[in-house]
């Protein structure tokens, strides 16, 4: 009962946050612990697409400040986050995982594995290289093709083209950036997720690589009174909620 208590108040607490009180401190190592407590959120085959960049510069927040148009939220952050997509290390975490799972079931030739193990080691050295493969998006096009073509007889997946798999990517980036928002909700900590801002010039800044892609720049600090904009408003629950 308390766990539920302590999540509803968190998750009335978090409000989207657009100035800050500039005369109260945060401590950067408990946003870094909201930050670790991030990566236990659920992400698409574990593969963990994501990287966290911790802007605490007073130097780089006002460059990233102005890359994210100046707006209230930015300009009076005490930090902020940068929550950064990199789909282009899949070969990396696939691999990652591989290890993880040898490590898990002990030293063994390829014939002694159970066959619950061979299927977990050939998810991540078949599958996800079958799905994340692609050349100039025609390799995921043919792939798309495919799967169309089998779900005219059976059910199958069919998010292959390379557009689908950066959904699947921001989707579970989005789940991290939830965790940590409610995670610094925890802790009294405002945040405020941003949409607005040059995509360009902050990878620029934070000098990522140019097939990485940010999907949303975290503004933290502890709110003034008027930084929250009114009361939280939310259509009635009864027009999205579909039983079936």
């Known amino acids: 009962m308390e766990t539920q208590t302590n999540f509803l108040n968190a998750l009335n607490f978090r409000r989207s946050v657009r100035v800050y009180d500039h005369a109260q401190e945060i401590d950067s190592e408990l946003v870094k612990k909201c930050l ?49 997509v990199r789909k282009d290390l899949w070969k990396k975490r696939a691999n990652a995982n591989i290890s993880h799972l040898k490590a898990i079931f002990g030293k063994k030739i390829s014939d002694e594995y159970s066959k619950r193990e061979k299927f977990a080691i050939n998810y991540y050295s078949k599958l996800i290289p079958f799905v994340y493969t692609d050349f100039l998006g025609v390799f995921g096009y043919f792939k798309y093709i495919i799967s169309w073509l089998t779900g005219l007889f059976k059910p199958t997946y069919r998010q292959l083209r390379n557009s689908d798999i950066r959904i699947v990517a921001h989707k579970s980036a989005g789940l991290a950036a939830q965790t940590f928002m409610l995670s610094m909700a925890t802790k009294g900590y405002d945040t405020c997720p941003m949409e ?17 892609e940010i999907n949303m720049v975290i503004s933290c600090g502890i709110r003034k009174p008027e930084g929250v904009y009114g009361e939280r408003f939310r259509i009635p629950f009864n027009e999205v909620y579909k039983k079936w």
């Open 196 to 212: 607005g801002y040059d995509s360009i010039r902050i990878k620029k800044l934070l000098n990522l690589p140019y097939s990485s």
């Open 36 to 84: 670790e407590l991030a990566t236990l959120a659920p992400n698409s085959s574990n593969m963990q697409l994501w990287e966290f960049h911790h802007i605490t510069s007073q130097e780089i927040l006002k460059k990233l400040s102005i890359a994210c148009l100046n707006q209230s939220a930015a300009k009076s952050a005490k930090e902020m986050v940068v929550i950064v």
